[in-house]
């Protein structure tokens, strides 16, 4: 992973000091709130319903077991004994003190990490496939791309005042783990007549008008990653709506102007600016790669042998395998994906004895190193395959052992109502309702890959458009009702979810999921997923189950 040099040190830590003094001044009231709020949320700070909320940049989800640690000293000092993985592969406390965040962040700059542009009209952190490096059908790693994204965006002065906030995901893989399609800014490494170059894609979102990006440059030259996304840039900020933040997104101008118009004037921009003073040189993308060199790997040989015979020992272990496990690059490791989702436990929510855990095992198995995926939990992505049936162990005695990766129980879901101000309505009972509804994880293994999804909101923290299942929480007349949608997904073949139809009062919301799941049940054929179901019999059997 990305290693600070002193300039980077010095920079976090000057940052520290500046937001150390703003809060002194703001809390002796010599700094006015509406100048204190642009501060703040600059460095990650939000006020929320019952505290404020701080959140942690995690660069394309990658953490060392050092910062791990760091993390779960900041659970236990400053916080409630607990902290939340993101949809953006980022880290929030729910109840740090206003007067103590300097501290906190004064506390992640000794471990290389901070807040900065988490919030507010900027870029912000830059996310990625939490398989990089080791997915088996990757084209190249993706990391390094993410990495020259986010040391060019961070503290960019034209670009920390842009007319809405702004996101951008990379992947190099064949099988899209990183939701580009619904970003701001979508990069894909691709591969054409035997060069890897860039698919630039433009104008994805969710929230309150969900969009699929289009594709605004095929095939980009690699060198050209920075001045490419300059010109986008330039456009967006020179255009985009700053009159209505419902109507300021780059998803609205694209539509506004056109994928084609849009792409026009990205191209003329960029022509003032190829091969400019930001265009990447063989050297700097050499320096930049070089912090993502393949671990020190030594299998023994007879990994798959260990493997095979623990499977056939323990069932339990097996069924965790067979969810949670995938391939690997290299012969006799595999990738392992520890599910955050147990049940009566907000999904993503970790304590800090579990991120201690965690940087215990990484230690051991998994070379120092996790990451934190969109779908809130976490992944070791470098396990020897003799080591798999040990980990499984300590994973049980940690309570982390759930093998429902990509199971309904996995649901993603944003903090809702029980914390954030803006919410409508709360997720987290209504992710524990339906995972108590189905508690059977034979049941579960049959239904096979479904996604669920839950927004408190319309801001669509927990990416409800794209899930399967996707529920939202609505306001009706002081009252909280849940719209359900469905058909979403986030991967290659992105779609956007379609609303079922009026919502539903919180306690009816397991028994609609149950009749989601008979209808599919009873229509599915042969291997048929969930959504492959939906797409083949459309939504009316669905509407006709739940509604009648």
């Known amino acids: 992973m990305y290693i600070y040099d002193n300039y980077d040190q010095t920079m976090v830590d000057e940052r520290v000091n500046q937001y150390r003094d703003q809060t002194r001044r703001f809390l002796a009231g010599e700094l006015p709130a509406e100048e204190f709020q642009h501060l703040r949320l600059r460095n990650g700070l939000y006020i929320q319903r019952l505290a404020p909320m701080l959140r942690v940049a995690v660069p394309y989800g990658m ?14 000092h400053f916080d409630r004994g607990y902290a939340h993985f993101t949809t953006r592969q980022n880290v929030q406390y729910n109840w740090p003190k206003l007067e103590e965040v300097p501290d906190i962040l004064e506390a992640l700059a000794s471990v290389q990490m901070h807040a900065i542009q988490t919030s507010g009209n900027c870029i912000r952190n830059t996310t990625s496939d939490q398989y990089a490096g080791v997915a088996v059908d990757e084209i190249e790693d993706s990391r390094p791309w993410a990495e020259l ?82 010109a986008i840039l330039r456009v967006y900020n020179r255009y985009g709506r700053r009159d209505n933040k419902y109507k300021a997104r780059i998803k609205i101008l694209v539509r506004a102007m056109t994928p084609a118009v849009f792409a026009a004037k990205v191209e003329e921009e960029w022509l003032a600016l190829k091969d400019g003073p930001e265009t990447l040189t063989a050297a700097e993308i050499t320096r ?41 690059q290299e012969a006799g490791y595999a990738i392992v994906n520890v599910a955050m989702k147990a049940t009566s436990i907000a999904p993503g929510d970790v304590t800090d004895e579990q991120l201690e855990v965690l940087a215990d095992l990484a230690e051991k198995y998994s070379f ?16 020897r395959q003799d080591d798999l049936y040990p980990l499984w162990k300590a994973l049980c005695e940690a309570e982390l052992a759930a093998p429902n990766l990509g199971l309904l129980t996995d649901i993603i879901c944003c903090p809702g109502g029980d914390y954030c101000s803006l919410a409508n309505a709360k997720s987290i009972p209504v992710a524990e309702a339906i995972q108590r509804q189905f508690d059977d994880l034979d049941y579960l293994h049959d239904l096979g890959d479904l996604d669920i999804n839950i927004s408190g909101c319309m801001n669509a923290c927990g990416h409800h458009h794209v899930g399967n299942i996707g529920i939202l929480g609505v306001d009706k007349k002081g009252a909280e009702f849940y719209q359900v949608s469905i058909g979403g997904s986030a991967n ?52 006709d189950r739940v509604y009648a």
């Open 63 to 76: 953490l060392s077991s050092k910062q791990l640690r760091k993390l779960a000293f900041i659970c236990r």
């Open 368 to 383: 120092g190193e996790v990451r934190v995926t969109h779908e809130q939990n976490v992944t070791l992505a470098d396990v």
């Open 149 to 230: 994204i986010r040391q060019w965006s961070t503290f960019h002065p034209e670009y920390n005042w842009l007319p809405r906030k702004f996101k951008i995901a990379v992947t190099g893989a064949r099988e899209d783990r990183a939701a580009v399609q619904v970003h701001d800014i979508g990069v894909r490494l691709i591969e054409r007549d035997g060069e890897v170059g860039l698919q630039i894609l433009v104008g994805g979102g969710l929230g309150r008008t969900p969009v699929l990006a289009p594709v605004i440059r095929e095939f980009l030259p690699k060198q050209h990653l920075l001045t490419y996304l300059e």
């Open 288 to 328: 930049v790669k070089s912090f993502f060199t393949r671990p020190a790997y030594a299998p023994t040989g007879q990994g798959q042998a260990v493997l095979d015979a623990a499977l056939q020992e323990n069932f339990a272990f097996k069924a965790w395998v067979t969810r949670n496990i995938k391939a690997h």
């Open 492 to 543: 290659t073949n992105a779609a956007l979810a379609q609303i079922l139809g009026p919502s539903f009062a919180r306690a009816e919301i397991p028994g609609v999921i149950q009749q989601l799941v008979d209808v599919y049940l009873q229509r599915r054929e042969a291997d048929e997923q969930f959504v492959e179901t939906y797409n083949r019999i459309g939504i009316q059997a669905y509407k």
